[in-house]
């Protein structure tokens, strides 16, 4: 079982900054894929952005390249989204999740065996 508890949402104007963290524990954290989702009202879960064991590898949804950056320390059992240019549309509930899988990233939530409890980031214009 791995225990994720997401933090560092909160209310910021259009154009800040953010950074999220997810510390882990129960399990070792480096064996899992990781992933930030977000979730906003009368949407799907969407994948934001996903980072490899090592974190070497790293994926990030259209929407969000350029602005959002994810990492990782395994030492700390903690994973890490950077969030800036902030905008109105990334409001959502954001949730990090692991996964065991063997690829290096998975893309669908359904990949996914444990998530935090999400951290809601609002974005005003």
């Known amino acids: 079982q791995v225990q994720l508890v997401e933090s560092g949402g909160g209310l910021v104007q259009a154009g800040g900054s953010l950074r999220l963290s997810c510390a882990a524990s129960?399990?070792?954290?480096?064996?899992?894929?990781m992933g930030w989702f977000r979730q906003a009202p009368g949407k799907e879960r969407e994948l934001v952005t996903a980072i490899s064991r090592s974190g070497s590898s790293k994926y990030y949804a259209d929407s969000v390249k350029g602005r959002f950056t994810i990492s990782r320390d395994n030492a700390k059992d903690t994973m890490y989204l950077q969030m800036n240019s902030l905008k109105p549309e990334d409001t959502a509930v954001y949730y990090c999740a692991a996964s065991a899988g063997s690829r290096w990233y998975a893309s669908s939530a359904g990949e996914y065996d444990y998530w935090g409890q999400g951290t809601r980031v609002t974005v005003s214009s």
């Open positions: 129960g399990r070792t954290f480096s064996n899992y894929r």
